[in-house]
């Protein structure tokens, strides 16, 4: 019960939502009959909308994400095959993965240069590798299924692993930075201005609301 309430207090209930209707839709698509597919995307849009509500400030940056799992997914799937056509693709894909995959760094660490306190970001690029990997293996192993309907293990663990994984890499930008450019009194966006110190010509960033202060 405390690790629940943990998860709840750090997520949010919109954050918890997000986790349970995505596994939700996972345990649905596994059904593979026509009610499954129904549910699946049933609760893969609950599941969205959740991501919506508890992840507003960078609700995008989700979208990011659908498509380093839809590209880097596919990559991985074309590169189970030998001939050049798929070799081809597979690589395509990847690459654009890695290009969103390293737009979603930079612009992270841009937005968190702007803040007054730099919080760390080691354990937001390993989840975000994680996520890249496990997509890679998730639609793998699903095409092997398609060829000799092998168990869905390695699948089943890589869904997991990706909705896990995804959450955290939103929930830091969120939490741990995009609400610390945010004016508590106004909720509007703090403007940022690098000023140098007369003395020492350190340059620091002020934060500044353009409604409060004139």
């Known amino acids: 019960m405390d690790a629940v309430r943990f998860v709840r207090e750090k997520l949010g209930l919109y954050g ?21 597919r129904a549910l699946w995307v049933l609760f893969g849009a609950l599941a969205l909308g ?29 590169l189970t095959y030998h001939d050049a056509m798929h070799l081809a693709g597979g690589l395509v894909c990847e690459l ?21 306190h730099k919080h760390p970001l080691g354990l937001w690029f390993l989840s975000l590798l994680i996520f890249f990997v496990f997509a890679n293996l998730s639609l793998s192993d699903w095409s092997y299924w ?12 890589s869904e997991i692993m990706i909705i896990c994984s995804g959450v955290y890499v939103l ?13 508590p009194v106004c909720d509007c966006e703090l403007r940022v201005d690098k000023r140098s110190c007369p003395s020492c010509n350190e340059t620091e960033n ?9």
């Not at 918890?16 to 499954?36: D, E, H, K, N, R």
């Open 50 to 78: 959740c991501v919506y509500k508890a992840f507003h400030n960078v609700w995008k940056y989700g979208l990011w994400l659908i498509g380093i799992y839809v590209f880097s997914g596919t990559g991985g799937y074309f």
């Open 96 to 116: 654009i993965s890695i290009f969103i995959l390293l737009s979603l760094i930079y612009t992270v660490i841009d937005m968190r240069e702007k803040t007054k």
């Open 171 to 183: 929930w830091v930008p969120q939490v741990k930075i995009s609400v610390r450019n945010v004016c």
């Open 16 to 36: 918890v939502g997000a986790i349970v209707f995505f596994l939700f839709s996972l345990c649905s698509g596994l059904l593979g009959t026509l009610l499954g």
């Open 206 to 214: 002020f934060f500044w609301c353009r409604k409060g202060e004139h």
């Open 146 to 157: 398609l060829i000799d309907k092998s168990p869905l293990y390695l699948y089943t663990f």
